[in-house]
């Protein structure tokens, strides 16, 4: 498997699928309660920027900011205590998530984390779930979510001791605008048009499919429910997202450059060289294995 590139200060779209497509995540009250604190507490704790999130009763998508390269362990920490959190309270053990590592996508420009983000916001209509986002009942960051007086809060989950002095009663978030607008209302106003957009054109496609929408009363919320075709994971896992033809290739010719440059720098440590330089963006081998990172390379933003 390819080594994950981490960029100080990139904006990634991350997703998160549960073992074989079970619905472990099914917006029941406590799930939901449980899996926004460990959001909140998980982005505060490893200092990472939400911009948007959905999470839908198999998987979540979050589009996020990494200014200090914690990703994969806000990841760890988000994984792991969420599956502690759900299997305490399903009153089971097992595996919570699938064991491929999860999926995240660097976006380089205001239009791909703009276009991502709509791609979340609107997951619970691209499911044929609801045609109004505000009927979906998981949690799910909604345009009027932005605004400055708006904060999520959520409760510590029952798996933590009532005593824990190092996990706090209660988790908060706020989400970040992206860069690139005039102020917040702008970039309010431009994210409910895009949102309009993209759901009247998935209406409009499931119309000629003859396909309705599920309706919020009728959502499934068995957290042991498996569906008959659950998401295979792909062998093709997009390590970017960026729409325009020219910028793609440039940044698909770096990521291939990192690959080959970190590649030839753990070769070199398993030969035995004690002092290794890692190309920009190495994570383990840095962090962990006492190695220098190099320079960032010119052309990344």
């Known amino acids: 498997m390819k080594a994950r590139r981490l960029l100080p200060g990139c904006f990634y779209m991350v997703t998160r699928r549960t073992f074989e497509g079970i619905f472990r995540c099914a917006p029941l009250d406590e799930i939901n309660e449980i899996l926004l604190f ?3 507490y998980a982005a505060s704790k ?15 998508h979050l589009i996020v900011r990494d200014p200090k390269q914690n990703l994969s362990g806000f990841m760890h920490w988000l994984s792991l205590f969420s599956s502690k959190s759900i299997n305490f309270y399903l009153g089971r053990r097992g ?3 699938s064991p491929e590592p999860f999926s995240s996508q660097e976006l380089h420009y205001i239009e791909d984390i703009l276009d991502k983000l709509v791609y979340t916001l609107c997951n619970p209509t691209q499911a044929g779930i609801v045609q109004d986002l505000s009927d979906w009942i998981g949690n799910i960051s909604l345009p009027e979510h932005y605004r400055n007086d708006f904060t999520f809060e959520a409760k510590r989950p029952k798996f933590f001791k009532e005593s824990s002095k190092k996990i706090p009663k209660t988790a908060t978030l706020k989400l970040c605008v992206p860069p690139g607008f005039k102020d917040r ?4 106003n431009e994210l409910e048009n895009m949102i309009k957009i993209r759901c009247l054109e998935i209406s409009r496609e499931r119309n000629v499919e003859g396909k309705g929408f599920i309706g919020k009363e009728n959502i499934c919320l068995d957290p042991h429910y498996r569906p008959d075709n659950p998401y295979i994971e792909s062998e093709i896992s997009p390590r970017l997202a960026c729409k325009d033809k020219e910028n793609r290739i440039k940044l698909l010719e770096g990521m291939i450059l990192f690959w080959k440059e970190h590649e030839d720098s753990r070769q070199r440590v398993l030969e035995g060289v004690k002092d290794v330089t890692f190309p920009y963006g190495t994570y383990w081998w840095c962090h962990y294995g006492g190695m220098k990172s190099g320079p960032k390379p010119r052309g990344l933003l």
């Open 38 to 40: 460990c959001l909140a």
């Open 46 to 60: 490893y200092k990472i920027e939400v911009h948007g999130f959905s999470f839908m009763s198999n998987h979540f």
């Open 95 to 97: 595996i919570i998530w």
């Open 185 to 188: 209302e702008s970039f309010i």
